[in-house]
């Protein structure tokens, strides 16, 4: 979430016990106990042993999590296999009479998204958002609970709080918790959980759904009236959630009332962040014992006994937003203000976490950040297999697998065990029963606190747990295969077809469903894992081959030969084999279409204007089979339902800068309704906007670019090509004068380098543009925000040889100068209390101009001040642009 808790020092002793059961204190649980030793390996049976290789980056359910934005390239991210969102609760409790019906569609949408990249979704619900999300709105109040209930005004944040005490709020609260659970804690195969969903977030009360109102918190002392629920009320909730639950991982923010025994985990938002307070440095993540402050993650489980709730219940959060760029630069440590970010993790047991800087900004070649993710959640390895080298009838197999990672896999997923032939085709396989969860980490680390050795000490817990199934040969053609395993995602349901058959109201366009990628497969650290998610255990015998034991070969030359409205013509050259070839099998889609003798098919009843894509194999009098073809795809002809392109539009360049060039253009008109555009630089597409403008940054001055657009509806209808419109970008502006902490020129690029021109971090969030970072546009950084925002640059050099920090800003209205905070050596101040040579104070206009503050009048340390940050917490919604940040 983000990271709008920057707490004022002063109250950070309060949050403690603002924010945690006041009820007695329990003591650390200390070292668990170790599960019980299950049975060992059938060593009647061959041993087959496996070496040890990195899994894949991109693994199901852990590492790092993006924000989804609806109509973003995930392509484009840090492989993983979740995304992160928010929801406002009247999103889905919309009827103004009724506090009992919900409209999932808002839901369903973002859940198939995430499908459509092969991911699940981590998410929360929310009443209030100060700001809203960008997405979502700021008041998630539901309709039903209009005139029922008081609402109280957090003048701090601007935002609306329902009395959470009341009896309809906590009804309405737990009738959403109940109807949630009810549609998707057992939609999935097996009465298991929805198989988009990955991590559930309790959500609900208080700002973003985190369980705090700070400051209209329990702490009365600062003025401010209490805002929070009582112990009473936060049992009620985090009991209906326990007992509606079953299947879904469920984390709350703090170790609350009601979390004693509850079957919840938890996220840490600040993970593994280091602040300063009253001049000191200390954890947000690890406990007080390892430098942490008091109210610190870590230490509050210790405080209330559940550091160990890991073992059965998730642990995610959120990177602290200042460090995410930064955060694997000096792993396994950290430096400055990010942690020990090793400990963090293995004393989190932390499985995922939203990490938007990261997830747009790492390189998948970075070995620092490729070990610290898999080092995350579960890392499973699979050391050795026993089974026979030949099989008949019934055979027994067993696999061995052990955890070297921090956490286990939290979901019943489906092992499978199946042969695959010499041509690579899985002829057979068997699902079976096995547990995942079983296979705990091997070891885990101590904490201080519980005073068993030296830290780090690490001890032994987990063991390697060895499965095994009886399974049956039946149906399976004598022959040499490879004995094969996978552990099903069980997202590889949600097919394109599916997606397609959606109700209106929660159906996604066919533009996205068109960028369908499979489900990210589980894979294990092993040297014989497969980039499709199958693990090859080694060679089987199945009977004895008598007779053609010979597949054909793999059909060449496999091409469409004609398409209609409702069919698709097919041919293919002939296969070879030892004896004859008796025919082919024609797949669609991955589904049996046809079994032609010869090399030609026709598939009949197709819909209009749909892609489906084809492969072939052959087969001979034996029943042997190859391989299949290479897949071709082929598009029938006609359209059905929206068939109309929208209008094309008119461009034109109503402005540019050294490195931008600002478009407009006149909007489309169509059938049914214009959903967006396509802007092309020369032929390459750049970008995709919903308005009737866009401004395409990074480029290089003086130089030539001509840009088309195109029109878009939902049923992926695109319009002709507007007029060409050539820009030749501005000459290179001439540098600012004085030491530049930043002149947002893109070069290092922003927000993704994280670095500013002294070679530092930089960064930003909740802003209403770039994923919250603000975007650089024409040499400029624009923010845009609404009573939330949140800025930092690093600067770390000695500034004594300066007089003044000198910031050259405009605003959108004028007036901004009371919006916002800055703070730079020790001093923080609104921007608009600065006093300047002559004892006046800034004001921003909506011309550019250099804001010249003294530093030393201003109580400015310059002996390497830590950080320039800019916080946009103050009632103001505008934006502002700046040109560049200098001391002079």
């Given at each position: ?24 204190q ?46 973003d ?40 998204e ?15 958002y ?37 009896p ?149 959060g ?22 020990d ?10 499985s ?81 029963t096995?547990d ?13 606190d ?57 159906r996604?366009?066919?533009w ?53 409205n ?6 293919w ?55 299949a073809?290479?897949?071709v ?62 401004t ?7 130089t ?20 060409t ?7 290179a ?64 050099v ?34 608009a ?11 921003i ?14 109580g ?29």
């Amino acid at each position: 979430m983000p990271s709008l808790r920057k707490l004022l020092a002063a109250t950070a002793a309060a949050m403690t016990l603002v924010l945690v059961s006041t009820s007695g204190q329990a003591a650390p649980a200390g070292p668990p106990a170790r599960p019980p030793a299950g049975p060992g390996p059938d060593t009647s049976l061959a041993t087959h042993t496996y070496s040890y290789a990195d899994a894949a980056l991109g693994q199901p359910l852990k590492g790092f999590a993006p924000y989804l934005f609806p109509g973003d390239n995930l392509s484009s991210k840090y492989p993983g296999g979740l995304v992160w969102s928010y929801f406002a609760l009247n999103e889905v409790m919309k009827d103004p009479n009724s506090c009992s019906v919900f409209d999932w569609s808002v839901f369903e949408k973002a859940l198939d998204e995430a499908a459509v990249w092969g991911r699940q979704v981590a998410f929360r619900f929310y009443v209030e958002y100060p700001g809203g999300s960008g997405t979502h709105p700021g008041n998630g109040i539901p309709p039903c609970l209009n005139g029922r209930m008081a609402l109280r005004t957090n003048g701090f944040w601007g935002t609306v709080s329902p009395d959470y005490d009341d009896p309809d709020v906590i009804a309405a609260l737990v009738s959403f918790i109940n109807a949630f659970a009810q549609r998707y804690d057992r939609a999935g195969p097996g009465g298991t959980a929805d198989p988009r969903v990955g991590f559930m977030s309790l959500g609900l009360v208080g700002l973003w759904g985190e369980w705090h109102t700070w400051p209209y918190d329990r702490d009365l002392a600062d003025g401010y009236p209490n805002l929070m629920p009582t112990d009473a009320t936060i049992r009620t909730i985090i009991g209906a959630y326990d007992t509606a639950f079953d299947n879904i991982q469920l984390e709350v923010r703090y170790p609350l009332a009601g979390t004693e025994t509850a079957n919840i985990g938890f996220h840490d938002d600040s993970w593994p962040y280091k602040e300063w307070r009253g001049g000191q440095l200390k954890s947000m993540t690890l406990p007080v014992s390892m430098n942490g402050w008091e109210d610190a993650f870590l230490q509050l489980q210790l405080n209330t006994g559940t550091e160990n709730r890991w073992i059965t219940q998730s642990i995610g959060g959120e990177a602290r937003p200042e460090i995410q760029g930064s955060l694997y630069a000096n792993w396994p440590g950290g430096s400055g203000q990010v942690d020990d970010v090793l400990a963090a993790t293995e004393l989190s047991h932390i499985s995922w976490m939203i990490n938007q800087t990261g997830a747009g900004g790492y390189s998948p070649t970075d070995p620092l950040v490729a070990a610290g993710v898999r080092k995350m959640g579960y890392n499973l390895h699979i050391p050795q297999a026993n089974f026979n080298a030949t099989a008949s009838g019934t055979f027994k197999v067993g696999v061995t697998m052990q955890n070297n990672g921090v956490a286990p896999f939290y979901y019943p997923w489906t092992t499978v065990v199946g042969l695959r032939d010499a041509s690579g085709a899985i002829v057979k396989t068997w699902d079976t029963t096995w547990d995942l969860r079983q296979v705990q980490p091997l070891t885990i680390r101590a904490f201080p606190d519980w005073n068993v050795g030296a830290n780090p000490t690490y001890r032994d817990f987990g063991r390697p747990v060895n499965f095994s199934a009886n399974l049956s040969t039946a149906g399976v053609a004598a022959g040499s295969y490879s004995l094969v395993l996978k552990v099903r995602n069980p997202l590889e349901a949600v097919t394109p077809a599916v997606l397609r058959a959606r109700p209106a109201a929660s159906r996604l366009t066919d533009w996205i469903i068109d960028q369908w990628r499979p489900a990210v497969p589980l894979s294990f650290a092993n040297s014989n894992q497969g980039t499709d998610g199958w693990v090859n255990l080694g060679a089987m015998a199945v009977g004895s081959c008598s007779g053609d034991c010979t597949a054909p070969s793999v059909p060449s030359g496999l091409s469409v030969t004609g398409v209609t409205n409702t069919s698709v013509s097919l041919s293919w050259a002939a296969s070879t084999d030892n004896v004859g070839v008796t025919g082919y099998q024609v797949f669609r889609d991955g589904a049996l279409a046809g079994s032609p003798t010869g090399t030609t098919f026709t598939d009949t009843g197709r819909s209009p204007g749909q892609t489906y894509q084809y492969t072939v194999r052959a087969r001979d009098a034996a029943g042997n089979i190859s391989a299949a073809s290479a897949a071709v795809p082929a598009t029938t002809t006609g359209c059905s339902g929206d068939c109309t392109a929208p209008s094309a539009p008119t461009l034109s360049s109503p402005s540019k800068t050294d490195t931008t060039v600002s478009l407009s253009w006149t909007g489309s008109t169509d059938n049914v309704g214009v959903t967006g555009y396509e802007v092309f630089r020369g032929s390459t597409l750049v970008g995709s906007p919903s308005a009737t403008t866009f401004t395409d940054t990074g480029l290089t001055a003086s130089t030539a670019y001509s840009y088309t657009v195109k029109a878009r509806d939902a049923a992926g209808n695109r319009s002709a090509a507007s007029n060409t419109v050539t820009v030749t970008t501005n000459a290179a502006p001439q540098p600012p004068a004085g030491l530049v902490l930043d002149n947002f020129d893109g070069t290092p690029a922003y927000p993704s380098s994280n670095q500013n021109d002294l070679g530092r971090w930089t960064g930003a969030n909740c802003f209403l543009d770039g994923g919250g970072s603000g975007v650089v546009t024409g040499g400029a950084l624009s923010l845009r925000y609404n009573n939330c925002g949140w800025f930092g640059s690093d600067v770390g050099v000695d500034l004594n040889a300066y007089t003044y920090l000198v910031v050259r800003i405009r605003g959108a209205a004028g007036g901004e100068q009371a919006h916002f905070s800055l703070g730079l050596g020790g001093a923080t101040k609104v921007f608009a209390d600065f006093t300047l040579d002559g004892g006046a104070h800034p004001v921003i206009t909506t011309s550019y101009q250099d804001i010249r503050i003294p530093m030393a009048a201003n109580g400015i340390n310059r002996n390497s001040p830590s950080q320039l940050a800019m916080g946009f917490w103050y009632g103001g919604n505008s934006t502002i642009t700046i040109d560049h940040i200098t001391f002079q």
